[in-house]
């Protein structure tokens, strides 16, 4: 089992990064409005767009050094 | 030194005490000792959250560690921080906020049982000492390499300076000395990236001449088989385990996200540090990377900050520069000193004598704050003859970080998990990292065990074992659907 994990590509670690953030933009946008929404309610105070730019940013990186 | 050098740093240390004493100002409640009378905005908590975050290790070690293995150093920043920090800030920030708690151990005290919250508490105080007394180790010899003064001196003048403003104005004056220390790092961080790349010929010359000494130094991952940061082990143990438990279970970074002046700043707070992570790297890891690209003569990794500092900034800059590392530190120690001063008085007594008193809890912060800040002047230069020791205890202290974000995670996203499971994962869960720890497995492979143990030892035990009240459990547990 050890020497399995061991011998994993390293082409993978990359792969399930930009994965993992894909998934985690999917959940981002699963919560509801209400619950992200600032007193003022405009738009950009709604935090799951500033999750969203975060996680494009992490994707760039990952793909870019990959 | 050259005297520019020793003018910005004296100024530096001038302007702090002075921001910090004007802040302090109109503390006159415990909560507004250790909440900043819940007040703050989102970005001075933003800022204050990542000078919290940045210690020296992260400035001299990470600087090293890129040095020697390149870019992979920077997933402690990106997939070793930024999907914790998302997560903490849309689902637990809004629980903690909700249940009104001034500290982790009193949300895990409501949920579980205060067994739990005495027992996590006093785990926090011992290593919140532990490593303020390392951080000002740290910082002292710092000021002896580059200022020559001797170690105790340097303790005595660090410990009066975070002195005067954290034991006065609290948690107030912390972020917003954190906030201004955040800001210089950053400026150096700009300063030294825009000078290394002019230096190089720009940044396409700069990642040709990379690409060419060290094609692996551009890789964000290293192979599976690599005996310190097998990828493997970054993504499960790092990047499962040690970042979510820090990012949710931490004290000194979480108890600002409390002090914010809304639920909304709470969450915004966090998700502006972690806008703010994602460059770090800039900070720390790319001083050792041109230190390579450069190939500075250097007889170990840890040199490569000092030897860019020294060889290629210009005089003020390199002063600010070791200001930065300076801010870092310090923004460590005073973070530390009022974190570990609300868990005693408030975690650790109320559960003890039973005693709650918003005077007293405000006198008896500060005494605290002054009395942990002295233990950690007089431990700091006995941390030297500690050798390998404290690499140890450290290992130690984070053997916790499995256990702890089990019962953080199903406690906070479950309502069936039960007070007694609780107690006796952390029980059980500890001395089990420390066996598998001990067998010479990789620490980042021992997080993740003990993580998976803890989830099927609290759902196991939680099936015997009586949970709490429905009524209870409604403040304290994450609800999709709510408003």
């Known amino acids: ?66 | 030194m050259h005297l520019l050098d020793l003018t910005v740093i004296l100024g530096y240390l001038g302007l702090i005490v002075l921001v910090g004493f004007r802040v302090s100002r109109g503390v006159k409640t415990a909560k507004d000792f250790f909440l900043a009378g819940r007040s703050l905005p989102w970005w001075i908590i933003g800022l204050s959250i990542i000078g919290t975050n940045i210690d020296s290790n992260n400035y001299v070690g990470a600087s090293g560690n890129a040095y020697a293995t390149g870019l992979a150093q920077a997933n402690f920043e990106w997939i070793g921080a930024i999907p914790a920090m998302i997560i903490a800030s849309l689902i637990f920030i809004p629980i903690y906020w909700k249940a009104g708690v001034y500290s982790i151990p009193e949300y895990l005290g409501r949920r579980y049982s205060q067994s739990v919250r005495l027992l996590v508490a006093l785990i926090f105080t011992l290593s919140g000492i532990f490593v303020l007394s390392i951080a000002m180790y740290a910082l002292a010899i710092t000021l002896e390499t580059y200022l020559g003064w001797p170690v105790v001196v340097g303790v005595l003048v660090s410990g009066l300076v975070v002195a005067v403003y954290s034991i006065s104005g609290g948690l107030s004056a912390v972020t917003f000395t954190d906030a201004l220390q955040v800001s210089i790092m950053f400026g150096c961080a700009i300063i030294v990236a825009y000078l290394g790349f002019m230096e190089m010929g720009g940044i396409s010359e700069f990642l040709n001449r990379l690409e060419a000494k060290s094609p692996t130094h551009l890789n964000p991952y290293l192979p599976a088989n690599h005996p310190d940061f097998p990828w493997t082990g970054v993504i499960l143990g790092l990047g499962i385990v040690l970042s979510p438990a820090y990012w949710i279970g931490s004290q000194a970074i979480l108890q600002r996200t409390l002090a914010a002046k809304s639920q909304w700043d709470a969450s915004a707070s966090m998700m502006f540090a972690a806008m703010a992570k994602t460059f770090v790297p800039l900070l720390i890891i790319f001083p050792g990377i041109l230190a390579f690209v450069m190939e500075a003569q250097i007889e170990n990794p840890d040199m490569a900050l000092p030897w860019v500092i020294k060889n290629v900034l210009p005089v003020g800059v390199s002063g600010l520069m070791f200001v930065a590392i300076i801010a870092a530190l310090q923004s460590t120690i005073d973070s530390g000193v009022n974190t570990t001063a609300l868990m005693i008085t408030r975690d650790i007594r109320q559960v003890l004598f039973k005693q709650s008193d918003d005077k007293d809890d405000l006198k008896i912060g500060r005494a605290l704050s002054l009395c942990i800040l002295t233990i950690a002047m007089i431990a700091a230069p006995f941390i030297e003859h500690l050798g390998g020791i404290y690499i140890a205890v450290q290992n130690m202290l984070s053997l916790f970080q499995g256990p702890m974000l089990a019962l953080l995670c199903l406690g906070a996203l479950t309502k069936f998990v039960t007070p007694q499971a609780g107690l006796w994962t952390l029980i059980t869960g500890v001395p089990l990292s420390g066996v598998l720890l001990f067998s010479g497995m990789n620490m980042l492979f021992v997080a993740f065990i003990s993580f998976c143990y803890a989830l099927v030892c609290l759902t196991t035990l939680s099936y015997w074992t009586k949970p709490l009240p429905l009524n209870e459990l409604h403040q304290l547990t994450f609800n999709w659907k709510e408003t």
């Open chain 1, 1 to 66: 089992m050890a020497n399995l994990v061991n011998n994993l590509p390293l082409e993978l670690a990359n792969w399930i990064s930009l994965g993992l953030f894909v998934l985690l933009f999917f959940f981002v946008w699963l919560l509801p409005f209400s619950r992200v929404r600032a007193p003022s309610g405009k738009t950009f105070s709604d935090i799951r767009i500033w999750a969203s730019a975060l996680i494009a940013c992490q994707l760039a990186l990952y793909a870019f050094f990959s």
